[in-house]
């Protein structure tokens, strides 16, 4: 069975380059996110049940429990995805992002779900700027990559994705007992988006292991790419 690897918010696939460099097994797929560096299908509302709605789809389409793994806005639909379809799931890796209550979203965030504010906001996130605001929290060569790929489709997508997840905790969270299969949650210690007590809960709810990476903001897939892959693979052999 494959594993499959799900981004979030502003990547695309190649925010597992690195890590997938690092790991022995080459059953690996990486999808992008509809409008997040390849077009959206017909219709397509990029909300958050739209986009639960296309993983599972990706999934039957494998036809065969997979390995299933996700950070930031991934982490959200891998978690969705096994609560709804666990049948589709052998194990669940997870990372950074919250289906949490108590959980209230950080700044841009709440700008990015304000009508107006939002798209004020995403018109000022252009070229130079966006990657010099994601130097901060990752590699700048990185940043870059981020930045080049981020145009007014994502910038679409990003805002009704994030205005259909204002009430996601209350939404989601207890969904998450139906989560049968083994799982992990890894995820950076320093993340200044989500507190490490919200890692702690979830691996609570999923009744998984939890991994810390410390030292490292929150993207890991970028900074501890040998280490993320090192956790990943054991998390896998063990199962």
């Not at 594993?3 to 502003?10: E, I, K, M, R, T």
């Not at 709440?110 to 605001?133: F, H, I, R």
Request: overall charge negative.
């Amino acid at each position: 069975m494959p594993a499959v690897l799900v981004h979030g918010v502003a990547d695309t696939h190649r925010l597992w380059d690195k890590v997938r460099s690092h790991l022995s097994r080459k059953d690996i797929i990486t999808p992008s996110l509809p409008g997040f560096g390849v077009p959206t299908p017909p219709g397509f509302t990029a909300t958050k049940e739209a986009y639960v709605d296309w993983l599972i789809g990706e999934l039957e389409r494998i036809g065969e429990p997979v390995d299933l793994v996700g950070h930031d806005w991934g982490c959200n639909l891998v978690n969705r995805t096994a609560s709804l379809r666990p049948d589709l799931v052998r194990t669940l890796a997870c990372g950074d992002a919250p289906i949490d209550r108590e959980y209230v979203w950080h700044e841009v965030a709440q700008q990015w779900q304000t009508p107006g504010v939002g798209e004020a906001l995403m018109a000022m996130m252009v070229g130079d700027v966006v990657a010099q605001g994601f130097s901060a929290a990752m590699p700048a060569e990185d940043a870059r990559i981020v930045a080049s790929h981020m145009d007014d489709r994502m910038k679409t997508c990003i805002l009704a994705l994030y205005r259909s997840a204002i009430n996601i905790g209350a939404e989601w969270e207890d969904d998450l007992a139906r989560v049968s299969c083994p799982a992990l949650v890894l995820w950076s210690r320093d993340d200044p988006y989500v507190e490490p007590r919200f890692a702690e809960r979830l691996a609570a709810r999923l009744r998984g292991e939890l991994v810390f990476l410390e030292g490292c903001g929150h993207w890991w897939p970028y900074e501890r790419p040998a280490e993320a892959a090192a956790v990943l693979e054991r998390f896998w052999a063990a199962h």
